[in-house]
């Protein structure tokens, strides 16, 4: 179960962050509440690393208790990918619920035939947290084998206002980020690109940028990711198509205290930095069996290195180990083409995988986690004809316990009542691995000319079930004052925070997805559900999400060069909770946009985008979340491109 979404879909959202590019994607939900620093991605109920990050397919594995886990400008994104499912057979740790990966602009995405040259100019500006967008991209294929691109942009946005006219202060944010690209054809065979990605935010907000709280500090968030990469595709070769990829991140999120309100005093400096280093590499060989079957095999290896600072005005910080964890994988996958399988129409696939993992986290404040992993997996699509498919998978998938699961310590929260409560992190470095066995099956329709000339259907579903065991939960264990314990007695009402295994849990779900278009409209279409417990104990799993429907209608005017349409989401009531207060109200949000890019000579380049995001102004929370999301967002840009 694969969504793409790029081309048009992309530009007519304006996104400002990852969670507008995907806010429609079944099985998708960003939580964390409306700040843009405390968004968080989760796929079919899984979240953290159980969620792969891919920028051009490289790792971002930063990951913090109230941050975010990446940092990119939608600017700079052609095409987001999602495959929701577990994938540890061909990317190791984690990908147990998905992996999303952002594909950034090259220059030949953006020159045409005969186009050696060009400069794009954008500017914008949304209501809801009054913020103004500036953008400036230049690219060039100066030679044949040669592109280069490079892209600027800086925003800065200030009060969020929420859907019962209420707002979040202490929201500002002033961002600049850019990227610069470059390919070399070396020859008809070889390519060679690097490119650089930065992202920098300087933030005033809580502590605890998913929260109200009223603890400031002055945030500032600095990512850079470094990435080389070298393809070489011999067509005359079958055994040769090697794609090798080298890469660095480094991710900073450097804290200054501004008042003495939360767990420490004005002026106090608190870090966290996780560099990444990394390379992948695999092949392709293809062969033709005769007797209408053929094969791919998809070989090779990955590794990477975390490591982790954590600093409070010079000391540990806590709940911000020092550790390095360090990641070692081979992978081989076989992709079957049969034709005419035993006698029956049409071609069936077969799809067959393993990989080996082996990896290491250590720290010097608890004994080293290691431990080894095989990831199999098969699959079988069958297509009896050429508008319908059917298919069924079995996986297993694993997820390391990270360095902050295995390495907590010192104090989580304080309560200042009477003699002082103090809630403690409890280091656990004998957890193990979260393992998970999914069951997934489903089918596929598509259809040219359905309706009329040049129209296009389609439609794919299906049903998945997730058995996991030793899924890793944070447990927060803290007496309830002056009921199990006297605040007033030092000590008596101390709590304790620490990871833990949950020996047996089950989820299940179900998502469809349907698109129609053709020269006159676009429709959309989307569900998704999710169901899931502690098979021990009857209790809900705390990252369930509610049914979900999203919808799109688009009509095409190009009588005046125009696109408008509309996009909705839909929310069922959730109360598949364990305490009353996790539970959520069902809502309908509604957003509307309007293009229009002329193709009368002396206009062309020019595009204007307008939109309105929750155009009712409904006020509504999701899961996970403390906070009402965004209320009505009247946005709206500008942008010219010359090429020559």
Wanted: charged fraction near 25%; hydrophobic fraction near 35%.
């Amino acid at each position: 179960m694969v969504t793409v979404v790029g081309g048009e879909g992309l530009k007519t959202k304006q996104a400002s962050t990852p969670d507008d590019l995907l806010a429609d994607v079944p099985g998708v939900q960003f939580v964390g509440g409306p700040r843009r620093t405390g968004e968080v991605p989760t796929i079919r109920g899984f979240d953290g690393a159980d969620v792969i990050i891919l920028f051009d397919g490289t790792r971002q594995n930063f990951g913090a208790a109230h941050d975010g886990r990446f940092f990119i400008d939608p600017s700079l994104v052609k095409q987001v990918e999602v495959l929701r499912g577990p994938a540890s057979s061909l990317y190791g740790s984690g990908g147990t619920g998905g992996i999303i990966e952002f594909r950034t602009k090259d220059a030949s995405d953006l020159l045409g035939p005969g186009e050696t040259y060009g400069i794009d100019g954008t500017v914008g500006w949304q209501t809801v947290n009054d913020e103004p967008l500036a953008l400036l991209t230049t690219y060039a294929m100066p030679q044949d084998n040669l592109e280069i691109l490079g892209s600027i942009s800086r925003s800065s946005s200030g009060t969020i206002k929420l859907g019962d006219g209420s707002v979040i202060d202490n929201t500002k944010d002033d961002i600049l980020s850019g990227m610069a690209k470059a390919k070399w054809k070396i020859d008809s065979r070889q390519t060679l690109e690097g490119s650089i990605i930065t992202f920098n935010n300087d933030a005033t907000e809580p502590n605890n940028g998913q929260a109200n709280g009223n603890d400031l500090v002055d945030k500032e968030i600095r990512s850079k990711t470094f990435r080389l990469g070298y393809k070489i595709n011999d067509k005359s070769n079958p055994w040769l198509d090697l794609d090798v990829v080298t890469y660095f991140n480094d991710n900073r999120v450097n804290e200054t205290r501004l008042d003495n309100n939360g767990g420490g005093a004005a002026g106090d400096d608190l870090k966290r930095e996780v560099r990444t280093l990394g390379f992948r590499a695999d092949n392709r060989s293809r062969f033709d069996f005769g007797n209408d079957v053929n094969a791919t095999f998809t070989y090779g290896a990955e590794g990477y290195q975390d490591r982790q600072d954590g600093d409070a005005n010079g000391g540990q910080r806590d709940g911000v180990p020092d550790a390095t964890a360090r990641f070692a994988g081979a992978f081989a996958q076989g992709e079957f083409t049969w034709g005419n399988p035993l006698g029956l129409p049409g071609d069936a696939i077969i799809l067959t995988g393993i990989r080996y993992d082996n990896y290491r986290t250590s720290s010097e404040l608890a004994a080293a986690n290691a431990e080894q992993a095989f990831s199999p997996r098969i699959g079988l699509s069958y297509l009896p004809n050429d508008w319908l498919m059917v298919f069924g998978s079995y996986s297993h998938a694993f997820r390391a316990p990270e360095m902050d699961e295995l390495f907590l310590t010192g104090v989580h929260f304080q309560i200042p009542v009477g003699a002082g409560v103090v809630n403690r992190f409890v280091p656990n470095p004998d957890l193990k691995p979260q393992q998970t066995r999914t069951l997934e099956f489903g089918a596929g329709l598509n259809f040219d000319d359905l309706i009329q000339e040049n129209d296009k259907f389609q439609i794919k579903a299906s049903h998945f079930r997730v058995w996991g065991k030793d899924f890793i939960d944070l447990s927060v264990t803290q007496p309830t004052l002056f009921v199990d314990c006297n605040p007033f007695i030092p000590g008596a009402c101390d709590g304790t925070t620490n990871s833990a295994n949950v020996p047996n849990a089950f989820l299940s779900g179900t998502e469809v997805e349907a698109t129609y278009e053709n020269d006159r409209v676009i429709v959309g279409a989307s569900f998704s559900n999710l169901s899931g417990e502690n098979t021990d104990t009857g209790a809900n799993l705390g990252s369930l999400t509610p049914d979900e429907y999203n919808l799109h209608i688009g009509a095409k005017l190009p009588e005046i060069d125009s696109v408008a349409g509309v996009r909705s989401s839909f929310a069922s009531q959730f109360d598949r909770v364990n305490n009353a207060n996790d539970e959520r109200a069902g809502y309908s949000v509604h957003n509307i946009y309007y293009t229009w890019q002329p193709t009368r000579r002396g206009y062309r380049g020019l595009r204007v985008d307008l939109g309105v995001d929750n155009i009712f102004d409904k006020a509504y929370s999701r899961v996970f979340n403390g906070s009402l999301e965004p209320g009505r967002n009247i946005k709206g840009r500008v942008s010219y491109s010359h090429k020559w």
